[in-house]
């Protein structure tokens, strides 16, 4: 906007009681221009009462008190006669030319007073008018507006005294100025502006617009959870179904879809109950197959997958063929082309090229582009997968009789062992079980330490049995065990603090921190029709260990 269109919109806008009271000596003297004289006439319709009041002293500081006193001053009307029009331009001529006079006289009479006031005599010091110096409106004498008659009986120029307007001289003669007659019109007394009290308008209550739900993308639900991260500077890439591939090293949510690869260390990852261990580059991804049960897919690298505790079964899906687990643990190493299988515990069912077959614990498989091999026995360093499915902990007492008995030396050594190994321990007819001496070695465990075997017998009771040395003596104490039926090869996983002693195996008959030896494993048979010759019992893969995670 230009300057002259801005000083245009200035003059146009609308005018306040403060410069609607400061132009009315200068509209009655007819010097404003149209555009502002039409704002002040339109504030002066607006407001009538306050613009009389206004106009009548603007009218008295202008020495114009004949014309505001001989009738009350209204706003200008909208439109007037001809006549009237030129009447008033008349007396806005003779205000132009008597109105510096009336100034001069006013100076004159000023300085007069101040001679009385402030002069040697001080007795007419006291004959001074006390001034009002506050703001504050005071009634005005309707005397003040009629005008004094002179010897034609025209009507002389005497200022209004208003609550605005107040004197600042001492008493004096007025000053008679040669006037014009003006229409004689009904005189009505000066009224105080009233405020005008705004309409009270009821209150609508705004109208509330029914919030709307912003759509939002929900984020796939996590299925699976990568728990433990381990050793040297672990490290993997998680690249989610939708988003940015991400470089983690700590625990993080897994959704349908989902691909880990990792670079470097080891981690733990848990779906829905079927827990993996994975080593270094190592990669996977959650299968989003929704017609199937939850699992994984492996794609390379080395794995333990552990579904002992599952009671449904899990999918896990391999380049060239599909496993269920239930009760189970498998090690896979999967590599570009081919992947190898070894059934650790229970057994899994393997399809390919629309065939089903099932692994039982011991065996392996050799998965390739249209075909499956079986490695020979004993081509498995079955005791390297249990280091991996076992994790990070301190062995105190280990033997897996591919390699002689030591250190255990009660029992004969027979083949194939648990899982088609070399060898495993067998009882003997001379003894009553399978172990170690009390020759072998001592070991002290932890709180938290274990044993760990597999077991084949068909003895309906078995007692593991070992001594512990209190108040520097050796006594024996037990765990009572009832193995499976089946007559095949059993897992057991205990903990020591089952040991128990005293009648009926009553009491705890475990010793955190003292030394233990002798370990065997004894059979009872309470039906004597059981011959020896048809008694069997063999231990495999004993372990005692104290885990450290």
């Given at each position: 906007?230009?300057?002259?269109?801005?000083?245009?919109?200035?003059?146009?806008?609308?005018?306040?009681?403060?410069?609607?009271?400061?132009?009315?000596?200068?509209?009655?003297?007819?010097?404003?221009?149209?555009?502002?004289?039409?704002?002040?006439?339109?504030?002066?319709?607006?407001?009538?009462?306050?613009?009389?009041?206004?106009?009548?002293?603007?009218?008295?500081?202008?020495?114009?008190?004949?014309?505001?006193?001989?009738?009350?001053?209204?706003?200008?009307?909208?439109?007037?006669?001809?006549?009237?029009?030129?009447?008033?331009?008349?007396?806005?001529?003779?205000?132009?030319?008597?109105?510096?006079?009336?100034?001069?006289?006013?100076?004159?009479?000023?300085?007069?007073?101040?001679?009385?006031?402030?002069?040697?005599?001080?007795?007419?010091?006291?004959?001074?008018?006390?001034?009002?110096?506050?703001?504050?409106?005071?009634?005005?004498?309707?005397?003040?507006?009629?005008?004094?008659?002179?010897?034609?009986?025209?009507?002389?120029?005497?200022?209004?005294?208003?609550?605005?307007?107040?004197?600042?001289?001492?008493?004096?003669?007025?000053?008679?100025?040669?006037?014009?007659?003006?229409?004689?019109?009904?005189?009505?007394?000066?009224?105080?502006?009233?405020?005008?009290?705004?309409?009270?308008?009821?209150?609508?209550?705004?109208?509330?617009?029914?919030?709307?739900?912003?759509?939002?993308?929900?984020?796939?639900?996590?299925?699976?959870?990568?728990?433990?991260?381990?050793?040297?500077?672990?490290?993997?890439?998680?690249?989610?179904?939708?988003?940015?591939?991400?470089?983690?090293?700590?625990?993080?949510?897994?959704?349908?879809?989902?691909?880990?690869?990792?670079?470097?260390?080891?981690?733990?990852?848990?779906?829905?109950?079927?827990k993996l261990q994975c080593t270094e580059r190592a990669e996977f991804r959650v299968v989003t197959a929704a017609d199937r049960p939850l699992?994984?897919?492996?794609?390379?690298?080395?794995?333990?997958?552990?579904?002992?505790?599952?009671?449904?079964?899990?999918?896990?899906?391999?380049?060239?063929?599909?496993?269920?687990?239930?009760?189970?643990?498998?090690?896979?190493?999967?590599?570009?082309?081919?992947?190898?299988?070894?059934?650790?515990?229970?057994?899994?069912?393997?399809?390919?090229?629309?065939?089903?077959?099932?692994?039982?614990?011991?065996?392996?498989?050799?998965?390739?582009?249209?075909?499956?091999?079986?490695?020979?026995?004993?081509?498995?360093?079955?005791?390297?997968?249990?280091?991996?499915?076992?994790?990070?902990?301190?062995?105190?007492?280990?033997?897996?009789?591919?390699?002689?008995?030591?250190?255990?030396?009660?029992?004969?050594?027979?083949?194939?062992?648990?899982?088609?190994?070399?060898?495993?321990?067998?009882?003997?007819?001379?003894?009553?079980?399978?172990?170690?001496?009390?020759?072998?070695?001592?070991?002290?465990?932890?709180?938290?330490?274990?044993?760990?075997?597999?077991?084949?017998?068909?003895?309906?009771?078995?007692?593991?049995?070992?001594?512990?040395?209190?108040?520097?003596?050796?006594?024996?104490?037990?765990?009572?065990?009832?193995?499976?039926?089946?007559?095949?090869?059993?897992?057991?996983?205990?903990?020591?603090?089952?040991?128990?002693?005293?009648?009926?195996?009553?009491?705890?008959?475990?010793?955190?921190?003292?030394?233990?030896?002798?370990?065997?494993?004894?059979?009872?048979?309470?039906?004597?029709?059981?011959?020896?010759?048809?008694?069997?019992?063999?231990?495999?893969?004993?372990?005692?260990?104290?885990?450290?995670?």
């Amino acid at each position: 906007m230009g300057t002259r269109a801005r000083r245009k919109a200035a003059r146009m806008s609308a005018m306040d009681d403060r410069e609607y009271r400061r132009l009315c000596v200068d509209a009655l003297r007819g010097r404003l221009d149209d555009v502002t004289r039409q704002r002040w006439e339109a504030h002066g319709r607006a407001n009538p009462e306050c613009a009389r009041f206004f106009a009548q002293l603007a009218a008295s500081d202008a020495g114009a008190a004949t014309r505001m006193t001989s009738a009350p001053v209204s706003a200008p009307p909208l439109a007037m006669p001809a006549d009237e029009e030129e009447a008033a331009r008349a007396d806005t001529r003779r205000l132009a030319y008597w109105g510096p006079v009336a100034v001069l006289v006013g100076a004159l009479v000023a300085g007069v007073g101040a001679l009385l006031i402030f002069g040697p005599d001080p007795g007419s010091r006291g004959k001074a008018i006390s001034l009002d110096r506050t703001n504050q409106p005071r009634e005005i004498d309707e005397r003040d507006h009629i005008p004094e008659k002179s010897s034609d009986g025209s009507a002389q120029n005497v200022p209004v005294t208003s609550a605005t307007n107040v004197p600042t001289q001492p008493e004096r003669p007025p000053v008679k100025l040669p006037v014009h007659p003006q229409p004689t019109q009904p005189e009505t007394p000066p009224t105080t502006p009233q405020p005008v009290k705004p309409e009270i308008v009821p209150e609508t209550p705004p109208v509330v617009p029914t919030p709307t739900d912003p759509v939002i993308a929900t984020p796939p639900a996590p299925v699976a959870f990568i728990g433990a991260v381990g050793g040297k500077d672990p490290r993997y890439r998680l690249q989610s179904a939708a988003g940015a591939p991400r470089f983690l090293s700590e625990s993080a949510n897994l959704a349908r879809g989902d691909r880990v690869r990792l670079m470097s260390g080891s981690i733990d990852v848990a779906v829905d109950g079927l827990k993996l261990q994975c080593t270094e580059r190592a990669e996977f991804r959650v299968v989003t197959a929704a017609d199937r049960p939850l699992g994984v897919q492996f794609d390379y690298g080395t794995y333990v997958a552990d579904g002992v505790n599952l009671e449904e079964p899990r999918v896990v899906a391999l380049e060239h063929a599909r496993l269920e687990l239930r009760r189970a643990a498998i090690m896979v190493r999967a590599d570009w082309g081919q992947t190898s299988i070894c059934v650790l515990q229970g057994e899994i069912g393997l399809s390919h090229d629309n065939a089903t077959q099932v692994l039982r614990e011991g065996d392996s498989a050799l998965i390739e582009p249209g075909r499956i091999s079986v490695p020979a026995p004993g081509k498995i360093d079955w005791e390297a997968m249990d280091n991996l499915w076992l994790g990070s902990r301190e062995i105190l007492l280990r033997a897996g009789f591919d390699n002689g008995l030591a250190p255990f030396d009660i029992g004969v050594q027979q083949a194939p062992g648990a899982r088609h190994s070399a060898g495993a321990l067998a009882w003997d007819k001379a003894r009553p079980g399978v172990g170690c001496s009390e020759k072998g070695p001592v070991f002290t465990p932890a709180a938290n330490s274990r044993l760990r075997f597999r077991v084949k017998t068909n003895s309906p009771q078995l007692r593991v049995q070992v001594q512990v040395m209190i108040d520097e003596k050796w006594q024996t104490v037990v765990i009572p065990l009832i193995p499976a039926a089946s007559a095949e090869w059993q897992l057991f996983d205990l903990p020591l603090s089952d040991l128990r002693t005293g009648p009926n195996d009553s009491q705890d008959g475990f010793v955190v921190g003292a030394e233990h030896r002798a370990l065997q494993f004894r059979y009872r048979y309470p039906d004597k029709r059981i011959l020896p010759s048809e008694r069997f019992l063999l231990v495999d893969d004993v372990e005692v260990y104290t885990p450290l995670d």
